[in-house]
Nanobody
Framework: QVQLVESGGGLVQAGGSLRLTCAAS????????MDWFRQAPGQERDFVGA????????YYADSVKGRFTISRDNAKNAVYLQMNNLKPEDTAVYYC????????????????????WGEGTLVTVSS
């Protein structure tokens, strides 16, 4: 089992920044590719960004590319999502997720491939 706990959400004005943290515990964190997803009210859960367990590969949704950065610190069992130039349409509950990966460079982006999920943290961007 891998337990995931997100933190860092809150209320921010458009153009501002937030940094989300996903703290992992349990089984070997380093064998898991990590993702961030988000879900706005009444919407499906959408992919935001992913990072390989080696940390060398990242991938982003077009809607956040150039504004969001995902990173990880395997020694601290943590994954981060730095969000800059936030927009009202970024308002959502943000979820951290883990997917077992066979290779250090593997990126996984599908919700159905995730093995573990956090409870989410709410990000609200005011206009």
């Amino acid at each position: 089992q891998v337990q995931l706990v997100e933190s860092g959400g809150g209320l921010v004005q458009a153009g501002g920044s937030l940094r989300l943290t996903c703290a992992a515990s349990g089984r070997t964190f380093g064998n898991y590719a990590m993702d961030w997803f988000r879900q706005a009210p009444g919407q499906e859960r959408d992919f935001v960004g992913a990072i390989s367990w080696g940390g060398g590969n990242t991938y982003y949704a077009d809607s956040v590319k150039g504004r969001f950065t995902i990173s990880r610190d395997n020694a601290k069992n943590a994954v981060y999502l730095q969000m800059n130039n936030l927009k009202p349409e970024d308002t959502a509950v943000y979820y951290c997720a883990a997917a077992r990966a066979a290779f250090a460079h593997t990126i996984i982006t599908s919700t159905s491939r995730m093995d573990y999920w956090g409870e989410g943290t709410l990000v609200t961007v005011s206009s």
